[in-house]
């Protein structure tokens, strides 16, 4: 088990056959390599200016100050190089080449100028030490990358160190064969704590895109359950359609028969009788443009509640939309429930009619279908602030606490041997209300119906 296990972790390169995440990788290695640049920039700033002015080191001309400059030098030409756009695709080979670059130039340094600069071999050791610990955090390495870059670090420092023996300046701070012990145990450990940090961001990024996936489906499923209410919606509509178009449609048919008719037998009348049909015309030609005017205002109804002749954000007016959406539910309502609207003069409200219509359609229809055979269902608009509250109130069963809790979470339940979807409705409101800007909230208590508020800012 334990070997496996060390195997999966340290060996980590399959996660990156996945496109996606091999740009991530890249994206986060090119940061990194930013950052590095930044640090080698700044950090011997830093030590110099405090080992002149806290800890005053004692300098033996202007050759002391090359350590620092030269690691600068590096920080620099790393920070260009992370600009660059071809950095982008080698930016985690370019991060660890620039942290060998450094350590190599810290090795030279010691063997240089170590009589000179007191601190050098100091800042060497504990370069070696935060370095790998830190490339870990900073570089997004595989396990084996951050050994190989540990090792070759430490071959560097090894390599110094040996030459420094065989010189006439040897370290002044040499621990012998403890320190590269040391060192070694300090490379195994980053080692280790790469794959860890590795496996981690790995794990980050498939359930950042499984929830991306989770999310994608979610949406698609609302889409869906919105084509299905709209075609129930579009059910009811054109029965309300068919309803309303009977009237209009019959007087007009029989003014247009009345208008020939008489149109034929004028020609041959007396006076008198000429007079008479005129007005028997008159009338019925009044009755054309009457049906021709309710013609109109359904066909305006219709357009509004399908936007099917625009389907971009547009000003509209909410009473309006109420309108439309109860005199599409009345025929579908039982004879004992009874429909109240109390409008208030509303402004303008920039929104998408088509989707608020069907936030209203589902609201209005749950209340009738809440109340059952008799009650009352009450629409109230009014404007509150730089708001528009729509309350929608029924005389229905209510809610208990538990069933108000979850009013809003899509679900399914089991009706006889059918599954059939629960709340999904509300779900796709409360969505709809939300990518308006606005909010909506529901209070209810069993046996005293419920009250449903949309506000919407206008």
Not at 34 to 59: D, E, N
Not at 173 to 180: F, K
Not at 187 to 206: C, D, P
Not at 289 to 311: G, H
């Amino acid at each position: 088990m334990v070997p496996e296990a060390l195997r999966r972790l340290l060996f980590t390169g399959k996660s990156e056959r996945d496109p996606a995440f091999r740009q991530e990788i890249a994206k986060m290695s090119r940061f990194s390599l930013r950052l590095i640049g930044g640090l080698q920039i700044t950090l011997p700033a830093f030590m110099l200016l405090a080992g002149l002015s806290v800890v005053p080191v004692p300098l033996a001309g202007p050759d002391s100050a090359v350590p620092s400059l030269a690691v600068m030098a590096v920080g620099m030409l790393t920070f260009g190089a992370s600009l660059r756009g071809w950095s982008r695709q080698s930016a985690r080979l370019l991060a660890c080449l620039s942290i060998w670059i450094t350590s190599g130039v810290l090795a030279w340094s010691a063997l240089e100028f170590g009589r000179d600069v007191l601190w050098i071999e100091h800042y060497m050791l504990g370069y070696i030490t935060l370095v790998t610990l830190g490339a870990v955090a900073a570089i997004p390495l595989r396990p084996l990358h951050a050994f190989a870059l540990g090792l070759s670090i430490e071959a560097v420092y090894l390599a110094s160190w040996l030459a420094s023996q065989q010189s006439s300046n040897p370290f002044q701070t040499d621990l012998g064969v403890i320190q590269h012990v040391l060192i070694l145990a300090v490379i195994l450990m980053a080692t280790l704590l790469s794959g860890l940090v590795y496996r981690q961001r790995a794990g980050n990024f498939r359930a950042h895109q499984q929830a991306l996936h989770n999310a994608e489906d979610l949406r698609g499923a609302q889409c869906r359950l919105l084509l299905s209410e709209n075609a129930a919606t579009m059910g009811r509509l054109a029965a309300a359609l068919s309803h309303e178009l009977n009237s209009p449609i019959g007087a007009l048919t029989s003014a247009v028969e009345t208008v020939l008719a008489l149109s034929a037998r004028q020609a041959e009348a007396s006076p008198e009788e000429r007079r008479r049909l005129a007005g028997i015309v008159e009338e019925a030609r009044l009755s054309v443009r009457e049906s021709s005017r309710r013609l109109r205002e359904i066909v305006a109804r219709m357009q509004r509640f399908t936007n099917l002749d625009r389907a971009e954000v547009q000003p509209t007016n909410v009473n309006e939309l109420l309108n439309d959406v109860v005199l599409m539910v009345q025929p579908q309502t039982k004879v004992g429930v009874r429909i109240e609207l109390n409008l208030q003069p509303l402004p303008a409200l920039t929104c998408r009619p088509q989707q608020l219509s069907a936030v209203f359609s589902s609201l209005v229809g749950n209340a009738v279908e809440a109340v059952g055979n008799e009650g009352h269902v009450r629409i109230f608009t009014a404007r509150v602030d730089s708001s528009i509250e729509v309350r929608v109130e029924d005389s229905g069963r209510g809610m208990t606490p538990e069933e108000l809790a979850t009013v809003f979470d899509p679900g399914f339940r089991v009706t006889g041997n059918r599954i059939a979807t629960g709340h999904w409705s509300l779900f796709s409101a409360r969505q709809i209300v939300h990518e308006h800007g606005g909010e909506i909230r529901i209070s209810s208590a069993p046996g005293q119906g419920a009250t449903v508020v949309v506000t919407l800012p206008c």
